[in-house]
Each structure stands twice: as structure tokens, then as C-alpha cells.
């Protein structure tokens, strides 16, 4: 048990920060809340969100074709191992490659990679406090949203 802190504590060290952005960079972002999972969330201007007990899931309207097509790129839920092991099933990650970031104290850790069927890049962390994962964040580069993007909006999430 013991070893088991003590070896997330070191990932939680050598993990890369996600800084908060300064106030000018989120300018004109909304805030959104889930009460059920207790997090909130700043997203980048034209971007939707949608709140539910489920999770919060993000997502951009694109032009294809002179329609308007939404497009879901960021869901975060209550973790369970069997959702991430269904989005790592269903990602199709091509050369998947471990990550790991640090944010208000906890880790999030997983993995990146090219999906199979796409020109599009999908990470999957889990959120760990205390060595336990609480919540699963999935996100996919899509038009208007890039790895930045995404970088910079998990860099807003807060818990409560």
C-alpha cells in the first residue's frame, strides 16, 4: 500500500504541469459546471458544452461543406476501468504513446496516439488523487482543435 503512494507520488513528480492560463488568454472562455461530478471547466469561445450526470462533454461546430456538423472533442466522466478500457478499444490508437501531467495536485496519466481510422489525435488520461483514479478524460484533435487547445482546457479544470 505503502509503495503503491509512494510510486505515484514520484509520477506525480516527474509528470509535466499543466499551467493555468493568465487571465487575458481565457478571455471571452465560458465556465461550465457539473454538480454531480464536482469539476468545472473553462472552454475557448464558439465551443459548446453540454453537462450531465454522466459527464461534461465539449464540442465545435465545423463547416463541412457549407453545414454546420458538430463535433464532440472532449468527454470527462466518473472513471471506471471498464470505460477506458471500451474508448482504448474503440480509439484504434496507432503508435500509442504513455503521458502524464500533474494539475492541483492530482496526475493524470494515459495515453496518445494517432487514431487508426483518422488524421486525428486522441488522448486518454485518467485523473488520479491519492493514487486512486476518479475521473476519465478521452479528447481528440478535430478542425479548430488542436493538441494545445485541449492541453489548455484540461489546464482549466477545478474540482471541488
Known amino acids: 500500500e505503502l509503495a503503491y503512494l509512494r510510486d505515484w507520488q514520484t509520477q506525480l513528480k516527474d509528470a509535466t504541469p499543466l ?3 493568465r487571465p487575458a488568454q481565457t478571455k471571452g472562455w465560458g465556465e461550465f ?8 471547466i473553462r472552454i475557448p469561445p464558439s465551443m459548446q458544452a453540454n453537462t450531465s450526470d454522466d459527464g461534461v462533454f465539449l464540442k465545435t461546430l465545423a463547416n463541412q461543406r457549407g453545414r454546420s456538423i458538430e463535433e464532440q472533442w472532449l468527454g ?9 478500457q471500451d474508448i482504448y478499444a474503440h480509439g484504434r490508437i496507432q503508435d500509442p504513446e504513455s503521458i502524464r501531467y500533474t494539475l492541483n495536485n492530482r496526475l493524470l496519466t494515459g495515453t496518445t496516439g494517432k487514431m487508426n481510422d483518422a488524421n486525428q489525435k486522441l488522448f486518454l488520461l485518467s485523473i488520479q488523487e491519492n493514487a486512486t483514479s476518479t475521473y476519465l478524460v478521452w479528447a481528440k484533435t478535430v478542425d479548430g482543435v488542436n493538441e494545445h487547445t485541449i492541453l489548455d482546457t484540461l489546464a482549466t479544470l477545478s474540482f471541488r
Request: glycine content about 4%.
Open 19 to 21: 499551467l493555468p492560463l
Open 33 to 40: 459546471a457539473s454538480v454531480p461530478l464536482g469539476v468545472s
Open 76 to 84: 470527462l466522466s466518473r472513471y471506471t476501468h471498464e470505460r477506458e
